[in-house]
Nanobody, 123 residues
Framework: QVQLVESGGGLVQAGGSLRLSCVAS????????MGWYRQAPGKQRELVAR???????NYADSVKGRFTISRDKAKNTVYLQMNSLKAEDTGVYYC?????????????????WGQGTQVTVSS
C-alpha cells in the first residue's frame, strides 16, 4: 500500500508564507499525480493544487499567483509553497496521490490520502 505523511503546517500571520511537504512511501509502482486539498471548518474539502507525472499543474482560482506546487519524483515528495497567506486559507491541508501499488498482474491506480496538517492564518 501507499502511505502519505505531510509536514510544514502551523500558525502564521496574514501575508506570511508556509511550505508544506508530503512524502509518499510504501509499495509504489508508479505515481500518476500528487496534490493538495484543504478543508476549512464547516466546508467541504476542495482542491488547492495538483501536479501530474508530466509536470502539468492546476490550481484553485483562489490560490493562483500565491501558491506553487512542485514535485521531486526521485523522493516521491510533493511541496506546496504558500505565499501571501490570507485568513481564508486556514484549514486542514491534505496530501493526496493517485498511484499504482506493486502487485501481481494488473493493479489499477487508486487515490491515497494523508492524515492532514493544520494551517492557521491569523488576520
Amino acid at each position: 500500500q501507499v502511505q502519505l505523511v505531510e509536514s510544514g503546517g502551523g500558525l502564521v500571520q496574514a501575508g506570511g508564507s508556509l511550505r508544506l511537504s508530503c512524502v509518499a512511501s510504501g509499495s509504489i509502482f508508479t505515481i500518476n499525480a500528487m496534490g493538495w486539498y484543504r478543508q476549512a471548518p464547516g466546508k467541504q474539502r476542495e482542491l488547492v493544487a495538483r501536479i501530474t507525472n508530466s509536470g502539468t499543474t492546476n490550481y484553485a482560482d483562489s490560490v493562483k499567483g500565491r501558491f506553487t506546487i512542485s514535485r521531486d519524483k526521485a523522493k516521491n515528495t510533493v511541496y506546496l509553497q504558500m505565499n501571501s497567506l490570507k485568513a481564508e486559507d486556514t484549514g486542514v491541508y491534505y496530501c493526496s496521490t493517485n498511484a499504482v501499488p506493486y502487485g501481481l498482474g494488473y493493479v489499477p491506480s487508486s487515490d491515497y490520502w494523508g492524515q492532514g496538517t493544520q494551517v492557521t492564518v491569523s488576520s
